[in-house]
């Protein structure tokens, strides 16, 4: 059929235009069939490459879908501001590409079914960025007032909502409750060092503990989880164990100012240490070591001499160093011979009665083969209820009292004259309360002289006749008078 003249078949060739071309083999693939602009923009303001599959570019929508999976990655994984800005201009990229792509007569046909499919998968995405970013600050509002609020168990748990999906939509928002949760993370650590040193009274833990927490505080807005940590080891504060609790006291007084909130440690140091003292001095005094008892009385009558207990505390050092006194003294003492640890080394018990009193026994060291013979209530073994203390050597000659002579059958010598001595006792007496030797450097026991029968003893074959010098025969009440006066009776 023929057709009028201003009518030609589209596919027949115009004799008069350009030179037929065929389209090149190689290059992309080019949709014969008409296609919507504004569904293939749509499409591709998916991030998925929606509107390239409407054109046929295969390539470009799975460049566009693997590009879109990196910058979120990216996004999720650096939460910054400049990654959510990169992955923006891809997105307004791709839209506009396709936009200019989907040109040409072809492109201003309109395609219902395309444009409401692009239009349907590309607000699905949109919805679900925008509800999760929404989402997304609203976990991080909660964990900005459980932080405030010093609460880490809830800024932890809100935090823990957080899945990979506020990342890609928001991670620049859910990013800092990251740090909280790190944050968090050593103040729990801290506080299980605080605990520690608060159970076994351990320095170190408590050193552990604070400096963890003055390197959290190094960090902006972790003041209030920090301080609910230190409030929470102040009010453990005094411990069941006195001696702890002074431990722990002493560190934190002591402690080098920071100049910020854990510096409160010290007034509560102060208001707790001072029972502490007393409390571990009592404890140590019943633990027989009387050494640290003695240095905890001292240190609340140091540090803190207007405090109620200074009187008690007075009382303990008094205490314990009479028990200290009287430990040394016990281990000095030697009564196996005048050159024992005491007598050479005397040491003060204050405890010790006055001797001048004259009532109270003292304790004999050394020879004990005269003081023996003392009353019983003269004499003590207990250095705790001495007022002196006797170091008594081996009797010697003494004064001469009267010479006699002595006849015997069996001695061609005789008569034979015997002087007959006073017993000397060469002492070293010290009274116990001061440490300081007092009294006679020796005492002379009178007794009976010139017996009529004199007995003795020969150790040699030839010594047939009695010494030329004899010890006076001596009674108890002679040993008394002499170490009457001694001993003020």
């Given at each position: 059929m023929n057709r009028p003249p201003h009518e030609r078949d589209p596919h027949e060739r115009d004799p008069y235009g350009p030179p037929f071309e065929p389209p090149?083999?190689?290059?992309?693939?080019?949709?014969?069939?008409?296609?919507?602009?504004?569904?293939?923009?749509?499409?591709?303001a998916s991030l998925l490459g929606i509107g390239y599959l409407l054109l046929g570019h295969r390539r470009l929508a799975a460049i566009a879908a693997l590009g879109t999976c990196v910058l979120l990655n990216l996004t999720a994984s650096a939460a910054t501001t400049w990654s959510e800005i990169l992955l923006l201009l891809w997105w307004a990229a791709g839209t506009v590409h396709g936009w200019f792509l989907a040109g040409g007569p072809a492109g201003r046909v309109l395609r219902r079914g395309q444009r409401a499919g692009a239009l349907a998968v590309t607000g699905t995405v949109l919805l679900a960025a925008v509800l999760l970013r929404v989402d997304a600050y609203a976990i991080e509002d909660r964990v900005n007032k459980a932080r405030e609020g010093g609460d880490c168990a809830r800024a932890v748990a809100a935090q823990d909502e957080v899945w990979f999906g506020h990342r890609m939509a928001g991670a620049p928002v859910v990013g800092p409750g990251d740090a909280v949760v790190a944050a968090c993370d050593r103040l729990d650590e801290a506080a299980f060092a605080l605990a520690d040193a608060e159970r076994d009274g351990d320095v170190e833990d408590l050193e552990r503990g604070f400096g963890t927490l003055a390197r959290v505080l190094e960090e902006p807005g972790n003041d209030n989880t920090a301080e609910a940590v230190l409030d929470a080891f102040l009010d453990g504060l005094p411990t069941e164990d006195s001696c702890d609790t002074a431990g722990i006291t002493d560190w934190l007084r002591d402690r080098e100012p920071t100049r910020d909130l854990l510096d409160r440690s010290a007034a509560t140091a102060s208001r707790a240490e001072p029972a502490a003292l007393v409390g571990c001095g009592d404890d140590l005094m019943d633990e027989d070591d009387w050494q640290q008892a003695r240095t905890h009385y001292q240190r609340l009558l140091d540090?803190?001499?207007?405090?109620?207990?200074?009187?008690?505390?007075?009382?303990?050092?008094?205490?314990?160093?009479?028990?200290?006194?009287?430990a040394k003294v016990r281990r000095l003492v030697n009564t196996a011979g005048a050159e024992s640890g005491y007598c050479d080394n005397p040491a003060a018990y204050s405890g010790a009665p006055s001797y001048r009193k004259g009532d109270d026994p003292a304790l004999f060291l050394g020879d004990t083969e005269y003081t023996g013979?003392?009353?019983g209530d003269w004499r003590t073994g207990d250095p705790a209820e001495a007022a002196l203390v006797v170091c008594a050597d081996e009797a010697e000659n003494g004064?001469?009292?009267e010479t006699c002579s002595y006849e015997n059958d069996r001695s061609e010598y005789l008569p034979h004259q015997v002087t007959f001595r006073k017993v000397k006792i060469p002492l070293k007496v010290y009274e116990l309360r001061t440490g300081k030797r007092v009294g006679p450097d020796d005492v002379q026991i009178s007794g009976g002289s010139c017996p009529r029968v004199l007995h003795y003893k020969s150790y040699l074959p030839t010594d047939l006749g009695p010494p030329g010098d004899q010890f006076v025969s001596t009674a108890k009440s002679d040993v008394r008078d002499a170490f009457r006066p001694v001993l003020k009776r």
């Open positions: 090149d083999p190689h290059g992309p693939p080019v949709s014969t069939s008409p296609h919507d602009r504004a569904a293939v923009a749509l499409g591709n540090q803190y001499p207007d405090d109620d207990r200074t009187d008690k505390a007075r009382g303990g050092v008094k205490k314990a160093t009479r028990a200290i006194e009287l013979k003392l009353p004064t001469a009292v």
